[in-house]
């Protein structure tokens, strides 16, 4: 049986269908397709796929109409919407997929950089820089930053949560529920001792360097100022929204 994730790809233009399907390659299995709403819609009540990647604008309506007939009788569907336009204006990014918990799903908008094209340019190279820092660290010593728990560490505290509601978000993530958190994954269990709970992940102290300008400075493990140094950038220029 098939580990990749199953995806449909919802887009009317089948060249951007035929290209993006080429693109993924043998990482993902393509289970269906669709050019509009409606076969949207039947496409993914069909196969039941892990993802969706979804065009905004589609003829009958647009992505947003998908996920709204969509998502509620299947919430574990994640949706993945782009789109891009007017290159005059700037770029923005629109991301839709499910809420966590009981929460519905969300609209995610990113806020073009402001300032004048040098300045846009400065902040965007620091940006990278910053993940490219901590991809460098990685690279010479494993760091305790998993993907969708250190996530969910840095939106809670960005929303001015304690280091309790964090732990608890983070947690979600992490531990093994109706379906595989985080500790599951091989790499997770070969590099942190097979099965380590969150809490003794959380036990290692922020190290030499991890601190000063950009850097949180209220955090109380590494786990929490990597988590923090890596998301919070990105939750600044996020805004939230249900969906339709």
Not at 127 to 138: F, K, N
Not at 217 to 235: K, V
């Amino acid at each position: 049986m098939s580990t990749r994730p199953r995806v449909v790809l919802v887009d009317d233009h089948r060249m951007f269908r035929t290209g993006v399907r080429a693109e993924l390659g043998d990482a993902v299995e393509v289970v269906g397709e669709a050019d509009d709403v409606d076969s949207a819609v039947a496409a993914v009540t069909s196969t039941a796929p892990d993802v969706v990647l979804l065009d905004v604008h589609l003829p009958g309506g647009g992505g947003q109409d998908v996920v709204a007939a969509i998502a509620p009788g299947h919430p574990d569907v994640r949706f993945l919407a782009l789109s891009a336009a007017r290159p005059e204006l700037g770029t923005g990014v629109i991301t839709v997929g499910r809420g966590r918990g009981h929460q519905p799903p969300q609209v995610a908008r990113l806020s073009p950089l402001a300032g004048t094209p040098g300045e846009v340019r400065r902040r965007a190279l620091e940006e990278l820089a910053v993940v490219v820092d901590l991809y460098d660290a990685g690279l010479r010593s494993p760091l305790p930053l998993f993907c969708d728990t250190s996530a969910a560490w840095a939106e809670a505290r960005h929303r001015g949560g304690s280091e309790d509601d964090a732990y608890k978000a983070a947690r979600g993530e992490w531990n093994d529920d109706r379906f595989p958190g985080e500790r599951s994954n091989a790499e997770h269990r070969y590099v942190w001792d097979n099965d380590p709970p969150l809490a003794a992940i959380m036990q290692e102290p922020i190290g030499a360097g991890e601190g000063g300008p950009g850097w949180p400075d209220a955090e109380p493990h590494r786990f929490g100022a990597l988590a923090c140094r890596l998301w919070y950038p990105l939750l600044e220029h996020e805004h939230l929204s249900a969906a339709p």
